[in-house]
């Protein structure tokens, strides 16, 4: 019998930012699935260039499960030996940032793996200050959201180097990225069988839905991620690779939260805090002004007042504590005329 991982019990959303709808779904994972997951990360790195031992940058969300020393201690030295380092992308202000291109440059990254969103803000932020940074020396992997072409367009122009676009899913891994060739993301054909809810799977973008048989805790069978995508050409890559490609998926969105002090805190900050609450089915975050913010808590069960403290203390400590942030119980999060609903929404403009 499989051993059982119970601290990895993570919530996995409907969508691969954190869930369109923000519905989490408790996820089961057990150890070989932990493996595999890591296996088909190292699988995407190597498509964008990636050998065991390069030095990896990584502008992500913080690890919420590192929760004690000892966990902490063995995977800091996991890192290290790993050749990775952290760059906390729920903190990105203009002071932190330079920071992060100082370590960069004494790092020398050959891959930059960050949320398209991460990226591109650091990419802005670079160019705005008039930095051409040398680095990474083969590759920038970008994941989690959408990487619009205008996104890759700026990140490519600042770094001058290609972005690799992954398709990911939390807790299974990668389910599809690009090669060298950039015209489309083969699909992880070893770990998940991938179909597109669509008449017309190749033209017109349905919902994709994953089967995922490695994790014998929890199986998926035809899992609707809430991504919208379609396959793209049928002829075989020039690569060689002969597995079926994915046009670039279109449909996952959420928007950064830039606060009165200069910081952008990224989407995933909230589906990382709403973790582990068990009440809450359905959120949106929604920055009104400057100083003015909304959770909407839908469909959820009674959230006990102590932990609703918990969270409104988390947020103004993220957004500034003289904002006012209201917290509402409401029937349902308002859709966009997609269909698709923000988890997080920004009114600034
Ligand atoms: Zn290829």
């Known amino acids: 019998m499989k051993q059982f991982v119970a601290e990895n019990a993570a919530e996995m959303f409907d969508d691969a930012t954190g869930g369109s709808s923000g519905t989490p779904m408790v996820f089961k994972v057990d ?24 030095r990896i940058a990584m502008l992500w969300g913080s690890d919420r499960d590192v929760s004690t020393s000892l ?48 990226v591109f803000t650091f990419a802005r932020y670079l160019r705005d200050s008039g930095i051409k940074p040398g680095y990474p020396s083969s590759a920038i992997v970008s994941s989690a959201e959408v990487l619009a072409p205008e996104m890759r ?7 001058g180097i290609r972005v690799f676009d ?15 060739t950039h015209s489309g993301l083969h699909v992880n054909e070893s770990d998940f069988i991938v179909e597109i809810d669509s008449s017309d799977p190749f033209r017109v973008p349905g919902n994709v839905l994953i089967t995922y048989l490695r994790n014998f805790a929890m199986p998926l069978i035809r899992y609707d991620t809430g991504d919208s995508a ?24 959420s928007d950064n939260i830039r606060t009165a002090s200069g910081a952008i805190i990224h989407g995933e900050f909230f589906t990382h805090l709403l973790y582990g609450t068990g009440c809450v089915r359905e959120f949106q975050f929604v920055q009104e002004s400057l100083m003015s913010y909304r959770l ?4 959820s069960r009674r959230m006990p007042g102590e932990m609703k403290e918990d969270l409104r203390r988390r947020i103004l400590d993220a957004v500034g ?17 997609s269909g698709k609903r923000k988890f997080t929404l920004s009114r600034l403009r």
């Open 31 to 54: 150890r070989d699935t932990q493996i595999a997951r890591e296996a088909s990360l190292m699988w995407a790195n190597s498509l964008a260039g990636w050998r065991p031992g390069d």
């Open 71 to 118: 966990k902490n201690l063995r995977l800091t030295l996991r890192w290290q030996i790993e050749n990775y380092r952290w760059f906390n992308a729920f903190d990105m202000g203009a002071e932190k940032m330079a920071r992060f291109h100082d370590t960069m440059r004494r790092f020398r990254p050959h891959l930059i793996v960050a949320y398209a969103g991460s």
């Open 153 to 159: 367009e700026l990140v490519e122009d600042v770094f």
């Open 166 to 180: 992954r398709y990911g899913n939390r807790e299974a891994g990668a389910i599809a990225a690009e090669c060298s």
């Open 230 to 253: 379609r396959f793209g050409s049928c002829e075989p890559c020039s690569c060689s690779r002969a597995t079926p490609r994915l046009a670039p998926v279109t449909g996952r969105e």
């Open 296 to 299: 909407l808590l839908a469909g």
């Open 321 to 337: 504590r003289d904002c006012a942030l209201a917290i509402e119980m409401v029937e349902k999060i308002p859709a966009l005329p």
